[in-house]
């Protein structure tokens, strides 16, 4: 079992950064692959970033590729979505998942959610 929790998000402008954290608590965080999603209003739930187990290899939709770093820190269980360039496309719930089978899925847990708005 895994839970998660999300933190950080919050109102900025276009242009701003947010990081957002993500604390996990259960024994199994080091051996899941950790991701990132996010909903906005109206639209499907979509993937933005994942990062693996042990090796940190890491991958991200092509909307936010060169904007946006997944990375994790096991020691202090957490993972973290660092977020800059932001744009009011940006705009979303934004959800973290564990995958205990790897970068393949599936996100068998999920966190509640942190609002992040981009005002143009």
């Known amino acids: 079992q895994v839970q998660l929790v999300e933190s950080g998000g919050g109102l900025v402008q276009a242009g701003d950064s947010l990081r957002l954290s993500c604390a996990a608590s259960?024994?199994?965080?080091?051996?899941?692959?950790m991701g990132w999603f996010r909903q906005a209003p109206g639209k499907e739930r979509e993937f933005v970033a994942s990062?693996?187990?042990?090796?940190?290899?890491?991958r991200s939709a092509d909307s936010v590729k060169g904007r946006f770093t997944i990375s994790r820190d096991n020691a202090k269980n957490t993972v973290y979505l660092q977020m800059n360039s932001l744009k009011p496309e940006d705009t979303a719930v934004y959800y973290c998942?564990?995958?205990?089978?790897?970068?393949?899925?599936?996100?068998?847990?999920w966190g509640q959610g942190t609002q992040v708005t981009v005002s143009s």
């Open positions: 259960g024994r199994t965080f080091t051996s899941s692959a």
């Open positions: 990062i693996s187990r042990i090796s940190g290899s890491t």
């Open positions: 998942a564990a995958s205990p089978n790897g970068l393949g899925g599936p996100y068998a847990y």
